[in-house]
């Protein structure tokens, strides 16, 4: 008995190679510049189109020049630039999902679409809470020691 539906045979590895390289992201920066100013585009429209990116990036740079200005050492200082980094890499992941469930989906609902965005949106305010009680335990000391209290 033969079946409805051919089965489809396995290419020869040549092929597949080729094929596999032809469909390969690496294809759309052929260069180390254009990688650069892809990323620099991603950058750019997180901030251009996303609220909390910009109140994120705002933030950051506060606490930075704060704890530089109270002459933190350089490990607290480094401790500081990667809490906000990973608050504003998980807010453009979060942008990045949005859009991609967005493209999938549609405007339709489904409640698999809310659970991915809302977990990425989480994600973000785990990471921006942590960032603040890190921010707050590095800072406050040397903050109320500098205004005498």
Request: proline share 7%; hydrophobic share 55%; with cysteine.
């Amino acid at each position: 008995m033969t079946s409805p539906l051919p089965i489809p045979q396995p290419e020869p590895m040549s092929q597949r190679r080729g094929r596999r390289l032809r469909a390969g992201a690496w294809k759309v920066a052929g260069d180390l510049p254009a990688s650069f100013r892809y990323a620099a585009q991603g950058l750019a429209y997180g901030f251009a189109s996303q609220r909390n990116f910009r109140i994120h990036v705002f933030t950051g740079a506060l606490v930075f020049g704060l704890g530089l200005w109270l002459q933190l050492p350089t490990a607290q200082l480094a401790v500081l630039v990667l809490t906000v980094a990973a608050v504003l890499v998980l807010e453009l992941l979060n942008t990045a999902t949005e859009a991609v469930v967005d493209l999938a989906i549609g405007r339709q609902f489904h409640p698999l679409a809310r659970i991915a965005k809302d977990c990425a949106a989480a994600a973000v305010l785990v990471a921006a809470l942590s960032s603040l009680m890190i921010a707050l335990l590095l800072l406050v000391p040397p903050l109320l020691s500098r205004l005498g209290l």
